[in-house]
């Protein structure tokens, strides 16, 4: 079963206002090319919430925040930020590491490990961060809310406290970018599928 942290934790990593979704999507963990996929058990109508199932997802949004938190990190590091988009990089980067020290502690010996990133371009030039930190926000949202309702209660309850906090990073950098920072009434959320060709899209995972 998933281990929900302890209150202190728990606080620092609830700071945003997006609200979970349900999906149909249903999903077991399965690596492929260096990134996970979550995908619909052969035969089955649908995966029923279960704790092998939590640690399933559980490791794909680990893989998630394994990203965003080196992409800021590296980007604050790089020196080419600067003003409010730095001010953003700095804060969130300390957000994502907390996410990830979070899910690491949740999913204990289940944890996956850190994949390799490059982020070339997207690191060294502010406009070009901005455009990739758009993608990644809000397609951290939408892989959170594409897997609620796979989730136990309690699982359900912990992941809240971090996609709440996602939202509001989404919103954040929308906003830096000239763009509503909250366009729709409700997130609907994304199938894995969509989720992993995003991310494959912008080329940062290091594929083995």
Known sequence: MIRVVGRTTRARVSRRDAVLGASSAAGL???????????????????????????????????????????????????????????????????EHEHVAYLRKALGPHARARPRFTFGHATRNERAFVKAAVVLENTGVLAYNGQAANLTRP????????????????????DLAGEPPAPHAADVGAPAVDVIARLRSLGFLKTR
């Open 29 to 95: 963990f399965a690596a492929g090319a260096g990134i996970g996929v979550l995908r619909q058990p052969a035969g089955a109508a649908a995966a029923l919430p279960s704790p092998s199932q939590d640690h399933a997802i559980f490791n794909f949004a680990l893989l998630l925040e394994y990203l965003q938190a080196a992409f800021y990190t590296q980007a604050v590091k790089d020196g080419a930020l600067s003003g409010d988009v730095r001010r953003f990089a700095e804060i969130v980067s300390e957000h």
């Open 155 to 174: 699982a359900l309850a912990a992941a809240a406290e971090i996609v709440s906090v996602e939202g509001r990073h989404a919103a954040w950098i929308s």
